[in-house]
């Protein structure tokens, strides 16, 4: 999760949404490591969102706000950031969350966009999606060998 934190500084007072939480990655550790950009973590499966706000409690994170939802349903809320682990095809992603984002650089390195953490051939995912999407291999910052075919995806948001 902080291989994103890594390619990209996110500016205090950004807003990010993590798509498909599951167990609150990548958002938590994101949360942890910029205290001062709020996390919004969403998931369709409720016993799933207990965990996360129970973690986000116990660590006494306050910029972490975690709800039951799909993404798609997320109505008059705007976001700099997308962020998501192996939750959906690439072109599903961007499809779900692209209404929500507003263009603009809320980080040193990136203009504001969809980030994901992906593994595998990626190369047909991305081809499929239509999107111009650069790719960053995980295994370049973390040099273990769980981390050869991990990969950060970003979408900017134009």
Known sequence: SLAIAVLCNFHPGARVIDIGTGGGFPGIPLAIFFPD????????IGKKIKVVNAVAEGVGLKNVTAIHSRVED???????????RAVAPL????RWVSPALVPGKKSDELHNGLICLKGGDLQKEIKESGLKAEAWSVHDIFEEPFFEEKYVIYVPKQ
Do not use: M, P, T, Y
């Open 37 to 44: 950009v709020e996390f919004l973590l969403v998931d369709s």
């Open 74 to 84: 997320i109505k008059n809320r705007k976001f700099d950031f997308a962020v998501s």
């Open 91 to 94: 072109g599903d992603l961007w």
